[in-house]
Antibody, heavy 121, light 107 residues
Framework: EVQLLESGGDLEQPGGSLRLSCAAS????????MTWVRQAPGKGLEWVSA????????YYADSVKGRFSISRDNSKNTVYLLMNNLRADDTAVYYC??????????????WGQGTLVTVSS | DIQMTQSPSSLSASVGDRVTITCQAS??????LNWYQQKPGKAPNLLIY???SLQTGVPSRFSGSGSGTEFTFAINNLQPEDIATYYC?????????FGQGTRLEIK
């Protein structure tokens, strides 16, 4: 059974940093691209970032480029999202999602339960 | 970026009805279009991929069609458990983009 378990969400002040983790199980993690999607309270879904299977290519939404960094450790079956210089509009539930064998441009067929990031002073 | 325009933003229907949702892409995305269901407090769930393929385990009352810039999602024989918000998503190009969502209520 595919499982994705996010952690690391917290209340953080503007300008602060957080690192989210997503631990995967139930599939060959190193074979699949991984993606982060966020959802602000009461709002729709926003794609944030994606990483290829090997981790040698990463992609970001303009809204987070230069502040967020995605990485993965295939030995630990974990993908990370390092969020720096946090802003109030980063407040959201952050989901990690499994992509496809073909890379980041794919359906997202499994999602974690989400972790809440709140940015407020 | 490819813009996805989804309509309606909300709809109300009765059990047993057929409901449809449309999604329009700002550029030709071929069939690179997925549909997700999100129930309150839960993560999204993939229902339809590649515009018309039913994800494993999804009931056959859900369907999708279209290509290029115009897409349609349908639920036949609406059930109470179908109360949710539905999103289209294009993956033809990065950034991946979602429609704004359609909130479905049961009358």
């Amino acid at each position: 059974e595919v499982q994705l378990l996010e952690s690391g969400g917290d209340l953080e002040q503007p300008g602060g940093s957080l690192r989210l983790s997503c631990a995967a199980s139930g599939f060959t993690f190193s074979g699949y691209a991984m993606t982060w999607v966020r959802q602000a309270p009461g709002k729709g879904l926003e794609w944030v970032s994606a990483i290829t299977q090997s981790g040698n290519a990463t992609y970001y939404a303009d809204s987070v480029k230069g502040r967020f960094s995605i990485s993965r450790d295939n030995s630990k079956n974990t993908v990370y999202l390092l969020m720096n210089n946090l802003r109030a509009d980063d407040t959201a539930v952050y989901y990690c999602a499994k992509g496809s064998l073909w890379g980041p441009k794919s359906p997202l067929d499994y999602w974690g339960q989400g972790t809440l990031v709140t940015v407020s002073s | 970026d490819i813009q996805m325009t989804q309509s309606p933003s909300s709809l109300s229907a009765s059990v047993g009805d057929r409901v449809t949702i449309t999604c329009q892409a700002s550029h030709d995305i071929s069939k690179s279009l997925n549909w997700y269901q999100q129930k309150p407090g839960k993560a999204p769930n993939l229902l339809i991929y590649d515009a018309s393929s039913l994800q494993t385990g999804v009931p056959s009352r859900f369907s999708g069609s279209g290509s290029g810039t115009e897409f349609t999602f349908a639920i036949n024989n609406l059930q109470p458990e179908d109360i949710a918000t539905y999103y289209c998503q294009q993956y033809d190009d990065l950034p991946i983009t979602f429609g704004q969502g359609t909130r479905l209520e049961i009358k």
